[in-house]
């Protein structure tokens, strides 16, 4: 996936096209950073976020939005909940994530 590719050489990358996908391998992996978008197969990025928060998955781990669409309250939610530590804002670049990946570790 392209997202892995551009940060291979930044951080050890794990994607999905699934969300069900991230949340099996998110119960035996530890993270450091989750990474969602909104608009997903199955369900929305809060939806994920949300089902990681209630069965206990990634409780440690730095969760951050990347979308190019989410409604204001959906987002001011997420943040207000702490289901999301940031949210990034598409077109992102490349600089812009690692820093901020950087400054979050």
Do not use: C, H
Request: charged share 30%.
């Amino acid at each position: 996936m392209f997202f892995r590719e551009m940060f291979k050489l930044d951080f050890d990358i794990f994607t999905t096209s699934s969300p069900l996908e991230a949340i099996e391998y998110l119960k035996s992996n530890e993270v450091d950073f989750v990474l969602t978008d909104q608009l997903m197969p199955e369900m929305t990025g809060v939806q994920f976020l949300k089902k990681l928060k209630a069965e206990k998955i990634t409780t440690d781990s730095t969760k951050i939005m990347v979308s190019g669409y989410a409604k204001a309250g959906e987002v001011k939610a997420a943040m207000d909940s702490k289901l999301i530590r940031e949210f990034v804002s598409k077109p992102w670049s490349y600089d812009g994530i690692v820093n901020l990946l950087k400054e979050l570790q």
